[in-house]
């Protein structure tokens, strides 16, 4: 292992892992608050993103997020009331709700996708294809060993 990495050979994956969060999660905040996003609540970033790069319904987003209805429903109603989501009644069951990035959202979402990917860029110019392919599958076999713990 290069001199780079030195004095992590002891940090347990926890720690790693967090710190690794945070390296993205302040570089899409930059990002976000350069360009004039930077009232984003704290998970704001992550329902934005994962709705647009995945279309998946409100509900599957928030419990991957892992918090409370109530916490889940005052996002909602920030991201709502700040311009980054729009409510509309859905046509195909009129008492539910449905959530759509509006225009703003949409740019915060590419913005925060470009801070994701700068942040890739830098961990390319440290680190080798196959390095980043098995980190990528390591992670996902944690995910996937919590999800099988819920």
């Known amino acids: 292992m290069s001199s780079a990495f030195a004095g992590f050979d002891d940090v347990g994956l926890p720690t790693l892992l967090r710190a690794a969060r945070a390296a993205y999660g302040s570089a899409i905040r930059e990002a976000l608050a350069e360009v004039g996003f930077d009232d984003l609540p704290r998970n704001g970033p992550y329902v934005i993103g994962a709705i647009a790069r995945t279309g998946a319904p409100l509900s599957q987003v928030i419990k991957e997020l892992g918090v409370s209805k109530q916490a889940a429903g005052q996002l909602v109603d920030t991201l709502v ?70």
């Open 81 to 150: 009331v700040r311009g980054y989501l729009a409510r509309s009644v859905d046509s195909e069951d009129r008492r539910r709700l449905t959530v759509a990035l509006t225009e703003r959202g949409h740019a915060a979402a590419a913005v925060s996708r470009a801070a994701i990917d700068h942040v890739d860029a830098e961990l390319a110019r440290e680190i080798t294809p196959d390095y980043i392919a098995h980190t990528r599958a390591t992670l996902a076999a944690i995910a996937n060993v919590g999800r099988a713990r819920e």
